[in-house]
């Protein structure tokens, strides 16, 4: 699956420390080697942050824990730099000034050549940029964030600062846990052999995807392909995503995936499937646009 998506034009590759106890940064580093591709041909990125031993240091993003993992990354990974060093999620106990100043000292030392995030707050990425740039020090380029037909909230306020900041958009879940994959349906919920029939996540509402689905099809229908397609080409479409961050399990869905790239939606089929899955009114935002019309 490695080499299919090399050879379909991919570059670029995401992991952490934690996914399956450490040994997915084992094996795609084992992967590359066994390719024998050139490292400054693909994009590397990982995370530290989720808990990766017992201790007390062994979770979190202070800088003791930072330093630690990212030199058991790079020895898993087999390479000397990440490209794309991301902290995983947020944490509550340590000083954000003490984390940006760990990445910092990173990208100076050559191991880490970009920073990023993952599920954060927005108005901790606007903290943390400002820092940045006070200190003049590396900056956060991306996040990592859940984003889908099924689940827009990242449009509220994630999406406007990444538009204003330049940062990159990185998708995890882009089929809201395989819901928007095609085997979900109003009348078939829980279909067998499905993670997300034992696993229900991320969090979404339930009827709002099934009215989501009933769009859905009939596009795939009219453009002979699956509503997995589909879901992928709607974020495609959208400026603020950068990549969307593919998990297929078998070789015949990363082929259909890949396949989003070449399809291009319709005005109307955007428009059908934007308002479908829109968003529910929530203040401010309701304010917002009521009070923005006399400056339009």
């Known amino acids: 699956m490695v080499k299919a998506s090399i050879d379909a034009g991919v570059n670029f590759f995401d992991t952490a420390d934690a996914y399956a ?43 003791g824990h930072i330093m630690d993992a990212v030199d058991a990354s790079l020895k898993r990974l087999q390479t000397d730099y990440i490209d794309l060093y991301q902290i995983h999620g ?35 990425i606007a ?21 889908s037909l099924a689940g827009r909230d990242l449009e509220r306020e994630l999406g406007s600062l990444m538009e204003a900041e330049k940062m990159g958009l990185l998708v995890w879940s882009p089929l809201a846990g395989g819901l928007l994959s095609g085997r979900f349906s ?17 969090i979404v509402d339930k009827e709002r995807a099934w009215n989501i689905l009933d769009v859905m099809g009939p596009i795939a229908d009219a453009d002979s392909c699956s509503p997995a397609r589909i879901a992928h ?4 479409s959208k400026p603020v995503v950068t990549s969307i961050i593919v998990g297929a399990k078998r070789l015949s869905q990363l082929e259909d995936n890949l396949a989003a790239v070449k ?12 308002e479908v899955s829109t968003l529910p009114p929530e203040y401010p935002g309701w304010m917002l646009e009521y009070q923005g019309k006399s400056r339009l």
């Open 263 to 274: 399809l291009e939606l319709t005005d109307e089929e955007i428009r059908r499937l934007d």
């Open 186 to 202: 109003r009348h078939n919920q829980k279909p067998e052999g499905s993670r997300r029939s034992e696993f229900d996540f991320p």
């Open 90 to 124: 947020n944490d509550t106990v340590t000083p954000l000034e003490e984390t940006l100043r760990a990445l910092d000292d990173l990208v100076t030392q050559g191991k880490v050549r970009y920073i990023g995030v993952s599920n954060w707050q927005a108005w901790k």
């Open 233 to 236: 080409a709607w974020w495609l």
């Open 127 to 147: 903290k943390a940029l400002g820092i940045s740039e006070l200190k003049n020090a590396a900056r956060i380029e991306t996040l990592q964030a859940y984003y």
């Open 21 to 63: 106890d450490d040994e997915s940064e084992k094996t795609l580093g084992q992967f590359f080697r066994n390719l024998g591709i050139a490292r400054k041909d693909f994009v590397l990125a990982t995370k530290v942050f989720s808990r990766v031993g017992a201790g007390p240091n062994d979770v979190g993003a202070s800088r």
